[in-house]
């Protein structure tokens, strides 16, 4: 049985071509070097102001409310924002990155993140 998790062994566990990726060594990865993470020249910085983010207890549970202006701010931030839920199939990063590039092929460098600790609900899906 092929290794899932192995990063040139896609879905059906058919060895895949990789695009072009050289390995990078641990240090380049966490100097930003990598292919992997894209950090844009400039972040946009948001100052919180008073309002913005009220917390309170209702009937014992946590209620978490954001002001219109922040709302609007992580619309901007993630409005090109794809979430892919694996459905019980594992799949390698290097190998999601590889397709996904494959597939989409991207004008900019695309960032993959993981996402633990779920199940998450995004916009009551």
Same mark, same amino acid.
């Given at each position: 049985? =092929?290794?899932?998790?192995? +990063?040139?062994?896609? #879905?059906?566990?058919?060895?895949?071509?990789?695009?072009? @990726?050289? %390995? &990078?060594?641990?240090?380049?990865?966490?100097?930003?070097?990598? =292919?992997?993470?894209?950090? +844009?020249?400039?972040? #946009?910085?948001?100052?919180?102001?008073?309002?913005?983010? @009220?917390? %309170? &207890?209702?009937?014992?549970?946590?209620?978490?409310?954001?002001?219109?202006?922040?709302?609007?701010?992580?619309?901007?931030?993630?409005?090109?924002?794809?979430?892919?839920?694996?459905?019980?199939?594992?799949?390698?990063?290097?190998?999601?990155?590889?397709?996904m590039t494959t597939l989409w092929r991207p004008r900019q460098?695309?960032?993959?993140?993981?996402?633990?600790?779920?199940?998450w609900v995004i916009f009551g899906q």
């Amino acid at each position: 049985m =092929p290794d899932m998790d192995d +990063p040139i062994v896609d #879905e059906n566990g058919q060895k895949i071509e990789e695009v072009g @990726v050289d %390995k &990078l060594s641990y240090k380049s990865m966490l100097m930003g070097n990598s =292919p992997y993470v894209y950090l +844009p020249e400039k972040l #946009e910085e948001f100052v919180r102001h008073d309002g913005d983010v @009220v917390t %309170k &207890l209702v009937e014992g549970i946590s209620s978490i409310t954001f002001s219109d202006r922040l709302h609007k701010f992580i619309e901007r931030k993630m409005a090109r924002t794809i979430i892919v839920k694996h459905l019980g199939r594992k799949i390698g990063f290097n190998a999601l990155h590889n397709k996904m590039t494959t597939l989409w092929r991207p004008r900019q460098p695309i960032q993959l993140m993981v996402l633990v600790g779920g199940p998450w609900v995004i916009f009551g899906q």
